[in-house]
């Protein structure tokens, strides 16, 4: 995702096939875009 962000997407979507949709997204939310928005900030 990172890659997909430094060359100038500003949209990405993502496909997770499981069951527990609302757990998914929690985890996205919680978890993934913290991370990718503190190393997107660091760059």
Do not use: C, E, W
């Amino acid at each position: 995702m990172l890659d997909l962000f430094t060359s100038g997407v500003t949209i990405v979507n993502l496909h997770a096939g499981q069951a527990n949709q609302a757990k998914v997204i929690d985890y996205y939310g919680d978890q993934v875009i913290p991370r990718v928005r503190k190393q997107l900030n660091q760059a």
